[in-house]
């Protein structure tokens, strides 16, 4: 059973910055480095919506709204991802969750909630 634990979040002021880390065990099929590894985000009364992702060679793609502030990154002898978060918004308030999915599963973390005020 494939795990995900979300660690970092917090509360943080605008223009702020924040780390989130999520680590991962215990795939069935393979080794962490042979895995997308994604980060979505709930804001409160929406959907989930994607921010970040990272393929297995290292290439990144990033939603519209966290380009230029927002990086993901990987660390395949620690099994982890991590998202810096720089720049932060009020609308960058949420639950973000990281994602990987194995075969027809997909797996979440429990969340880690950014809040960003002042």
């Known amino acids: 059973q494939v795990q995900l634990v979300e660690s970092g979040g917090g509360l943080v002021q605008p223009g702020g910055s924040l780390k989130l880390s999520c680590a991962v065990s215990?795939?069935?099929?393979?080794?962490?480095?042979?895995?997308?590894m994604s980060w979505y985000r709930q804001a409160p009364g929406k959907e989930r919506e994607f921010v970040a992702l990272i393929t297995t060679d290292g290439s990144t793609n990033y939603a519209d709204s966290v380009k230029g502030r927002f990086s993901v990154s990987r660390d395949n002898n620690k099994n982890m991802v991590y998202l810096q978060m720089s720049n932060l918004k009020p609308g960058d308030t949420a639950v973000y969750y990281c994602?990987?999915?194995?075969?027809?599963?997909?797996?979440w973390g429990q969340g880690a909630l950014v809040t960003v005020s002042s």
């Open positions: 994602r990987v999915v194995e075969g027809v599963m997909t797996y």
């Open positions: 215990g795939f069935t099929f393979g080794r962490f480095d042979r895995y997308d």
